[in-house]
């Protein structure tokens, strides 16, 4: 019988990566993410593809009654959930704290720690009522790092750290595996998005380097779930080759 794994921000970069990658590995799947009809050509290049089963989830992960909503529309097998990957989140502008803007902040609280939070209370029931499952936290380097400008971002990302640390603990009798996977640059649609659409300053954190792609994560996350039952992998941190830290990367002139 094919495994059923969630993940959620489906619709780009790593989530749309890793759903690739784990239908690939012939689980069914489900993906969310608010952008429907992304997730509508996904589901159905991987149908044809694979031959799988893929449900979508169209729901703004901030809000509470939504995601409640969608997950509880799951019946029968479709609660039979093996993986969840907790992959939606966002930075929303690079900003000093004196300058940062509130609403940035509240966009970045509510999606990368709350949207996470309200997700895994819903799914966890599931996983202990069969006692088995695994949960995948897309954490970053800002989750163990604070730079210039990361201030909130990195303090949501510090959270997430917390969060699978804290579920790792609790959920250690219920048989389900937590781990993290804390990546330095990927070059998806996260810098567009972090600077409100700007394309040029996007493609300038990139310039010079070769960052990491959505692919490298969605491998990570493979060699993660095909880890044999007594193996847990707690972490991953993974950076481009060019880069040592959050502030140290080596850029070609
Ligand atoms: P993308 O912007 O390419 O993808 C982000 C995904 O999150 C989209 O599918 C988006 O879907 C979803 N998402 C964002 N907000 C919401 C929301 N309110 N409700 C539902 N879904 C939402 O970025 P990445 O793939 O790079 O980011 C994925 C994760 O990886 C994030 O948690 C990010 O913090 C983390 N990360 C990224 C790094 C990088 O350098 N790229 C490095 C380290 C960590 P939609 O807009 O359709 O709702
Ligand atoms: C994204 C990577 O370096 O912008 O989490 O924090 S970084």
Known sequence: ?????????????I?????????????NLIITGRRESRLEELASELEKQYSLKVKILTFDIRNSRQTEEAI??????????DVLINNAGL?????TIQEGLLSDWEQMIDTNIKGLLYIS????????????????????IAGKEVYANGNVYCATKHAVEAITKGMRIDLLKHGIKVSSVSPG???????IVRYHGDKTKADEVYKGLTPLFAQDI???????????????????????????SAVYNHREE
Not at 15 to 27: D, F, I, P, Q, R
Not at 72 to 81: F, P, Q, R, Y
């Open 121 to 140: 209370k819903l799914i966890i029931p599931f996983m202990i009522g069969r006692g088995k499952g695994q949960i995948v936290n897309i954490s970053s």
């Open 91 to 95: 930075a929303a502008g690079a900003d």
């Open 185 to 191: 640059m990927v070059e998806t649609e996260f810098s």
């Open 1 to 13: 019988m094919n495994r059923l794994a969630i993940i959620t921000g489906a619709t780009s970069g």
């Open 218 to 244: 969605a491998d990570t996350i493979e060699f993660i779930v095909t880890r044999p039952p007594h193996v847990n992998i707690n972490d991953i941190l993974i950076m481009p080759t060019a880069q040592a």
């Open 72 to 81: 509880g529309s799951l019946s029968g097998e479709w609660k039979d959930i």
């Open 15 to 27: 989530g749309k990566a890793t759903s690739v990658k784990l239908a690939s590995l012939k689980y």
